[in-house]
């Protein structure tokens, strides 16, 4: 007796489905990805073993490298509130164009009677401007109304204490980070981060007190 050959189908699956999930799931990760913001200063930061997440608000880094010190304020508001603050110390104002170009900066990294010439330059041409830092010294003492005014329009504004980390070269100088801690000793800031390299290029704060 003769076999009944079974006719053979291809299989097909229908991939539409996954290739929604996919694509939800790319663009996702876009959205909610927080870009890798650059250093001022090329910045050779010691490793740790310790993990703890960089917050993404109310916190502020004070980078150093070079023997310069720059300021950074995490927040849109923020960034405006204290620069407002600023310039009511400095008696200077500022445009609502120059608050808004402000507000995009990372990070400050020059005295404050050249902010206005570094604001009206371009982004490509900020990047390679020679930024010689926050003047730290006795005489002027920027760095210390910088961390001041950033937390006192922290308190104003979302009704929390900034919070602050040191980024700096693991080939620094002592006396340079010895001047920053020094300014946050002065406004009774003993409690404060140093941001780490864990090896694999994820930085991380671990709390000093």
């Avoid at 050959?5 to 299989?11: A, E, L, M, Q």
């Avoid at 300021?71 to 120059?98: C, H, S, V, W």
């Avoid at 009704?159 to 980024?167: G, S």
């Avoid at 340079?176 to 090896?199: E, P, Y």
Wanted: glycine content about 4%; aromatic content about 8%.
């Amino acid at each position: 007796m003769a076999r009944i050959k079974v006719p053979r189908k291809s299989t097909a699956i229908d991939m539409t489905a996954m290739c929604d999930v996919a694509f939800l799931l790319l663009t996702f990760f876009i959205m909610t990805a927080k870009v890798r913001t650059e250093d001022p200063v090329p910045i050779d930061m010691p490793k740790s073993s310790i993990q703890q997440p960089i917050p993404e608000s109310d916190f502020a880094t004070i980078s150093v490298g070079s023997q310069k010190a720059f300021f950074g304020i995490e927040g849109i508001n923020l960034r405006k509130q204290t620069l407002t603050q600023m310039a009511e110390i400095y008696k200077q104002t500022f445009t609502p164009d120059e608050l808004t170009k402000f507000s995009s900066l990372t990070s400050v990294g020059v005295p404050f009677n050249q902010l206005h010439q570094f604001l009206a330059l371009s982004p490509d041409d900020q990047k390679k401007y020679n930024k010689p830092g926050i003047p730290r010294d006795s005489v002027s003492n920027e760095l210390f109304n910088w961390i001041r005014e950033a937390r006192k329009a922290t308190v104003a504004l979302d009704n929390v204490q900034l919070r602050i980390a040191i980024k700096g070269d693991s080939k620094e100088e002592y006396p340079v980070i010895k001047d920053v801690v020094g300014i946050l000793q002065k406004q009774k800031v003993n409690k404060f981060s140093l941001i780490t390299n864990l090896g694999s290029g994820a930085n991380t704060a671990a709390p000093k007190k």
